[in-house]
């Protein structure tokens, strides 16, 4: 079975910086969305970008501006450069890929 595996969480201060990572540990072809969706504490969990096989891109308005998303197709990894952080920013983000893949979940928190 594939697995998403998530790395590049952790605590950092409004204004700084993290790239989160998300690797498929199994083989996966001609996926042609993968994206980044996070939840916040007592919130709903919401699309933050999404990237399509050519590299089309969108994201969410909230962060638009500040995060980009990428992928390497060779290594089955999609990326999101997240600068400029928020604290509102703080949730737990799950890589998606395709309609069926997820990540576990990768902390980030942000303080102020």
């Known amino acids: 079975q594939v697995q998403l595996v998530e790395s590049g969480g952790g605590l950092v201060q409004a204004g700084g910086s993290l790239r989160l990572s998300c690797a498929a540990s199994?083989?996966?072809?001609?996926?042609?969305?993968m994206g980044w969706y996070r939840q916040a504490p007592g919130k709903q969990r919401e699309l933050v970008a999404s990237?399509?096989?050519?590299?089309?891109?969108n994201y969410a308005d909230s962060v638009k501006g500040r995060f980009t998303i990428s992928r390497d197709n060779a290594k089955n990894t999609v990326y999101l450069q997240m600068n400029s952080l928020k604290p509102e920013d703080t949730a737990v983000y799950y890589c998606?890929?395709?309609?069926?893949?997820w990540g576990q979940g990768t902390q980030v928190t942000v303080s102020s």
């Open positions: 998606n890929m395709g309609p069926h893949y």
């Open positions: 199994g083989r996966i072809f001609m996926i042609n969305d």
């Open positions: 990237i399509t096989i050519t590299g089309s891109t």
